[in-house]
């Protein structure tokens, strides 16, 4: 079974750019997790999306939004960007079918971002 | 909301000893404890859980143990070899069905 697929691997933007990164979850799973992974911060949640839903949203401001496709696969995408966002990015599925959260989650090999 | 705290943030251990990490976290309605492995350049990869009704599960050199009442888990591993050289993060899954992570062990094994 193929795995979390990321794509781009790397970006480079320039201050007040968008950017939109991409993840195809692992096949048959519905939730997708998006983590923003820094030196200082650690890995910081962003959102959950469950059939196409935000279900969950981390402590990030608005600039920072996501959506989800009827075939699972997500969209992140980070509007007017700061030196900040410098950061990688993670996005996750699971094989969750319900509420709760106790599945693995899997990882795909992030976006390494850089806002210069 | 929910606070996980690891410690050490650096650990080095001789290739041959064992290495321990903790964690402790802060919502009591937790009730799923993965742990996670990075190696450079990769994304995280789930190595053990447990689940809150468990206190202890192990795998080979990999175990850990749940201590709901002091609300703190921690990660063994024994007869640690080069490869075992990574980044470790434990995480709670709260009662919001968020995933929270600590911000990871370095583990340093020494030859």
């Known amino acids: 079974k193929a795995g979390v697929t990321q794509t781009p691997r790397y970006l480079i933007k320039t201050r007040g750019q968008q950017v939109t990164l991409s993840c195809s979850p692992i096949s048959g799973h519905r939730s997708v997790s998006w983590y923003q992974q820094t030196p200082g911060q650690g890995l910081q949640f962003l959102f959950e999306?469950?059939?196409?839903?935000?279900?969950n949203k981390g402590n990030f401001p608005g600039r920072f939004s996501g959506r989800q496709f009827s075939n699972s696969r997500s969209e992140m995408n980070v509007s007017t960007l700061e030196l900040g966002d410098s950061a990688l990015y993670l996005c996750?599925?699971?094989?969750?079918?319900?509420?709760?959260?106790?599945?693995?989650?899997?990882f795909g090999n992030g976006t390494r971002l850089t806002v210069t | 909301g929910e606070n996980v705290e690891q410690h050490p943030s650096t650990l080095s251990v001789q290739e041959g000893d064992s290495a321990v990490i903790k964690c402790t976290y802060s919502?009591?309605?937790?009730?799923?404890f993965p742990w996670y492995k990075q190696e450079l350049g990769k994304g995280p990869q789930l190595i053990i859980d447990?689940?809150?009704?468990?206190g202890e599960k192990k795998d080979q050199r990999i175990a850990v143990t749940l201590n709901k009442t002091a609300k703190h888990f921690s990660l063994h591993i024994t007869e640690t070899q080069p490869e075992d050289s990574a980044v470790y993060f434990c995480a709670a899954a709260n009662r919001d069905d968020k995933i929270i992570f600590g911000k990871g062990t370095r583990l340093h094994i020494l030859p």
């Open positions: 999306y469950f059939s196409e839903t935000q279900r």
């Open positions: 919502d009591s309605a937790s009730n799923y």
């Open positions: 447990i689940r809150s009704n468990v």
């Open positions: 996750a599925s699971s094989s969750i079918t319900t509420g709760g959260t106790d599945s693995p989650l899997h």
